[in-house]
């Protein structure tokens, strides 16, 4: 167990593991050559001395910062124009400028997040969770492998690969363990996760109304050493309530302009302490030594991934995706397999399996593996592809047609397609219709006509299977039995029901949040994470395949939600529809990576109709920090299925929604949400210049109406809903 703990947090977060370790151990740099090269202060040297000197040489000066190397900088307005310099304390003269390094703001960005944001920051951290995780079970196969704890340095024998890993260990899981566990603190920090946001001292008295106090005199930068000091921020002599701001090590206060009085203090509290100390131990700032000393540590990395590849290579027993795969050149059956969610690989298995049996040599791997030059031995090759969305290539397809149409020619084996999809949406098997098309267009022989497995049917998929052994001349017996996804049981707590009144019956149900193991709410595997916009698969009884339901809660509402329409027939809608408070239905979770909204304060636009409010409302419902969102929702009729019609009332009362405009197509006067965007052209214009989201949610056939409206809404501004999408600033989720 420790050792698969060990090794396979490593082979994944390598590549991030390296770049971590190199651009720290670069970053470990510079706090030393800082201090080696800015001048000191004096011991005794203290705030007004240090301010006069400086306000003597700029006499509109504006702030004064202290790094902690000891740097000593300063910002003033000249001209009109703002200027910056680090300054010798000795004489408050300037010494040399203050551009920021762009060589260490790079590898600072590179560090932080491989220069993308918020999404690498996550990712960063992932890298850092990762070599935690590496760090404390190295330690632990290390001390196994030496006989104790107490024999941690004792001499080991072995291959020069696996000595070498163990010493570099040995000498760096100090440094690695606290770089890795700060990391992860200051990650917290970034994110708010963490009570250490520093908090504006309230004031204790009132601005006398004075000015013109000189720095030199106020009692309270007398009293504060230079090496206590962060910045001291000058008020404006024009304005007589405007107050000095003075941060130290010991917290922030305000003093009169004219008095030199506190007017208010405040001291650090213990967890802005402890991240300031987290924060100095991560980077060396204030630490030259221990930094350059964790930065020496973090050159191991890169070495034990190398040595730790090699053992890995070395002691690796290949066992394949699927048991007894021969190899591509080979193998007289390829099959390629395009799977979003992995159900496809289980009939692949089945296919592999059965032909195997009969005595062909097969060899399978992902649609993007595709490589006819590879094929030597083929006789035949078999594509099983699912379809993503509106009929995209899924997750193991890649980049597939692509290739395909790029070849000179054909290739020679004969070529056979099935599609797996659902019949109950529009661009069933789009895919894998796409495939046979591109196949048939580049001349590639068919060995049998081109066929679709509807919601993962064995008996579909037996079908096909002998027509495949017709045309191959051996009797082909394919029996799938469906591996059903591990679910967990959900108990309803309450149900609304809305839309009896117009014929479209819908309800929104809520689930109570089951337990969940506390390895899985750290991992976020499973319902341990999870976001408004993820998807909550139910299988029904009576079939194998599961209906996707768009979540409308996250893991902070401790609960899940979904909106359900019950269709005429529908198996799993009426299932749904039967459930009453106390009862239960087994569900698991998938992420829609494609479908959130993101981080940032840009504007949302939300369009959706019926059921498509479900996510929509979940995302109004997370939005504590009152981005500003603008919500369109198409109705039947406002009486009767009006969802979250109390909820969006609250929600605009809140500042979670800026904007709702509605439209009910039953009525006096019938409207469909598309129209209510072009009653709104202007504004939306506006907002999509200045940088809007858009995020439509619902059926296909409003998902069009809504795209040809802004089509026509934008083609004024010079934009298209395809720009958009290329921009990834609109999304959608349509059934």
């Known amino acids: 167990m420790m050792r698969a703990l060990h090794r ?18 670069a970053l470990s740099l510079f706090p030393a050559a800082e201090r080696l090269t800015s001048p000191q202060a004096a011991a005794m040297l203290s705030v007004a001395d240090l301010a006069a000197r400086i306000e003597a040489a700029h006499p509109q000066v504006e702030q004064i910062r202290r790094a902690p190397s000891g740097r000593i900088t300063a910002y003033w307005f000249e001209d009109g124009a703002p200027q910056a310099a680090i300054v010798d304390p000795a004489t408050g003269q300037d010494i040399a400028a203050a551009d920021p390094n762009p060589s260490q703001r790079w590898l600072t960005n590179l560090h932080r997040s491989m220069l993308l944001g918020d999404g690498g920051r996550l990712a ?13 079970s190295g330690a632990g196969l290390v001390a196994r492998r030496a006989g104790g704890w107490r024999r941690w340095f004792a001499p080991l024998r072995g291959p020069l690969a696996g000595r070498l890993h163990v010493e570099i260990a040995r000498v760096a899981v100090a440094g690695l363990l606290l770089s890795s566990a700060t990391a992860l603190w200051m990650t917290a920090s970034t994110f708010d996760l963490l009570p250490d946001r520093p ?13 013109g106090a000189s ?28 107050v000095f701001t003075l941060k130290t090590d010991r917290g922030t206060g305000y003093l009169d302009q004219g008095t030199g009085a506190v007017l208010a203090w405040s001291d650090l509290g213990v967890w802005q302490r402890i991240s300031e100390t987290i924060y100095m131990l991560h980077t060396g700032q204030g ?17 034990m991934a190398g040595t730790g590849l090699v053992l890995w290579l070395a002691g690796r027993r290949g066992r394949p995706r699927i048991r007894g795969n021969v190899a591509a050149g080979h193998a007289e059956t390829i099959i390629l397999v395009g799977s979003e969610g992995g ?16 005595g062909q040599t097969v060899h399978a791997a992902p649609m993007s593996a595709f490589d006819p030059a590879r094929y030597r031995q083929a006789r035949r090759i078999l594509i099983l592809a699912a379809t993503y969305g509106d009929g995209d290539a899924p997750a193991s397809a890649r980049a597939f047609l692509d290739r395909l149409q790029t070849l000179p020619t054909a290739p020679s084996a004969p070529l056979a397609v099935l599609g797996f999809g659902d019949r109950g949406f529009a661009a069933y098997c789009a895919f894998a219709h796409a495939v046979a098309e591109t196949a048939a267009a580049k001349g590639w022989h068919l060995l049998i006509p081109f066929d679709t497995v509807d919601r993962q049917s064995p008996q579909d998929f037996a079908r096909w299977g002998r027509a495949l052994g017709r045309a191959m001349g051996i ?68 079939s194998a395949a599961p209906r996707f339901y768009s979540l409308a809660s996250g893991l902070r509402d401790s609960f899940i939600e979904i909106v359900v329409k019950k269709h005429p027939g529908g198996l799993c809608s009426s299932q749904l529809f039967g459930l ?30 019926g059921t498509g409010i479900g996510p929509l409302a979940g995302f109004v419902r997370a939005n504590t920090r009152r981005r500003p969102i603008h919500l369109f929702f198409g109705m039947r009729h406002p009486t009767s299925d009006f969802l979250y019609d109390a909820e969006l009332a609250d929600w605009q009362r809140q500042g979670h929604l800026r904007h709702l405009a509605t439209a009910c197509s039953r009525g006096r006067m019938p409207r469909y949400v598309q129209d209510a965007l072009r009653e709104e052209a202007a504004e939306i214009t506006r907002l999509i210049t200045r940088g809007a989201r858009i995020m439509v949610c619902g059926g296909r056939d409003m998902a069009a109406g809504v795209s040809a409206a802004l089509t026509d809404i934008l083609a004024p501004a010079g934009l298209t809903p395809a720009l958009l999408k290329a921009q990834g600033r609109y999304v959608e989720d349509v059934y």
Do not use: C
């Open 8 to 25: 396979w947090p490593g082979l994944l977060a390598a590549f991030l593991l390296v770049v971590l370790s190199l651009s720290g151990a």
């Open 124 to 136: 960063m951290a992932v890298g850092a969770a990762a070599m935690l995780v590496l760090t404390l």
């Open 199 to 211: 908090t504006s001292p309230a004031f204790l008295n009132e601005a006398s109304g004075q000015t």
């Open 215 to 242: 720095v030199a005199v106020i009692d309270r930068l007398k009293k504060t050493p230079v090496a206590e000091l962060r910045s001291l921020s000058f008020p404006d002599p024009g304005d007589a309530v405007d």
């Open 287 to 303: 630490a030259a030594t221990l930094g350059l000393v964790l930065g020496l540590m973090a050159l191991g990395v890169p070495a």
């Open 343 to 358: 159900s496809s690989w289980g009939f692949a298995a089945t296919l592999h399996g059965a032909l195997t049996r009969a």
């Open 475 to 542: 009797d082909l017996v394919l029996e799938h039995q469906s591996v059903p996804p591990a679910a967990l049981s959900l108990t309803l707590l309450s149900r609304r029901d809305y839309g009896a009144d117009v014929q479209a019956p819908t309800t929104i149900l809520r689930f109570a949040l089951p337990e969940i193991a506390l390895w899985r709410r750290l991992a976020g595997h499973g319902f341990g994470r999870f976001r408004a916009g993820d998807l909550i698969g139910i299988v029904p009884e009576g």
């Open 580 to 609: 009453e408070p106390g009862d239960t239905v087994s569900a698991f979770l998938r992420h829609n990576l494609g479908f959130y909204p993101g981080r940032g304060h840009t504007p949302l636009i939300l369009i959706g109709a």
